[in-house]
């Protein structure tokens, strides 16, 4: 079963607060969402491994260390997702960008693939699939399916804000995925909204309606 961490840092809690509120405006959201995704790329990328180097300083050589090369990709959910990579970029700029693109079928109301693109060498990268919400859990299983299917092997999920069925959706379809969180809130309301979650994120980063 994937493990669940709630990032619980006084700075992305305060922020998050900030996003939540409803007369945040679109440039001042934008930019809370990119700063949130930048701390909780701090704390995802906790466990790379590192290795030792010599390095000499103006006084001594030392052993020090630096990260073991493990190769990153981040993988946005369009579109809300697009607001989370330049805040994870900004810790990990050599990391390469990925893209799952999917639509809600008005018949079956399931998630749709139409657009993937992603790095070539997919299968050796250490993937963190991004969506500022995590609701039913549809598209991210949906997106997570699409990468595996693409040869996508070490894959994690992060998000700003989770209901509980969609930690359980994930947990069930995807055993082998963690998930990162900013907060786990209550319950979706009826119309699929995460309550009291923060409205529609790709709308309110985008400024459309
Ligand atoms: N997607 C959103 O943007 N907000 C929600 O509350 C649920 C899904």
Redesign the pocket.
């Known amino acids: 079963m994937g493990k669940v961490y709630v990032f619980d840092h006084p700075l992305i809690q305060h922020k998050l607060t900030y996003i939540r509120d409803k007369n945040t405006g679109t440039k001042e959201f934008r930019e809370l969402v990119e700063e949130i995704a930048t701390l909780m790329a701090f704390e995802i990328t906790r466990d790379l491994p590192l290795q030792e180097v010599e390095v000499e300083t103006p006084v001594s050589k030392a052993t020090s260390k630096v990260l073991s090369g493990k190769k990153l990709g981040i993988i946005p959910i369009l579109r809300?997702g697009l607001g989370m990579v330049d805040g994870i970029l900004k810790l990990i700029p050599a990391a390469k960008v990925g893209h799952v693109g999917l639509y809600r079928d008005p018949e079956t109301l399931k998630p749709v693939e139409y657009y993937v693109k992603l790095p070539s060498d997919v299968e050796e990268r250490e993937l963190i699939v991004v969506d500022?919400?995590l609701?039913t859990g549809g598209s991210a299983v949906e997106a997570i399916h699409s990468l595996k299917k693409r040869g996508a092997k070490n894959i994690r999920f992060m998000c700003l804000v989770a209901a509980p069925q969609g930690v359980e959706a994930m947990q069930k379809a995807h055993p082998d995925v963690d998930i990162y969180i900013a907060a786990l809130d209550e319950k979706l309301n009826d119309h699929?909204?995460?309550v009291p979650?923060?409205?529609?994120?790709?709308d309110r980063l985008f400024g459309t309606k």
């Open positions: 809300a500022p919400m609701a699929g909204y995460i979650g923060l409205g529609d994120a790709g």
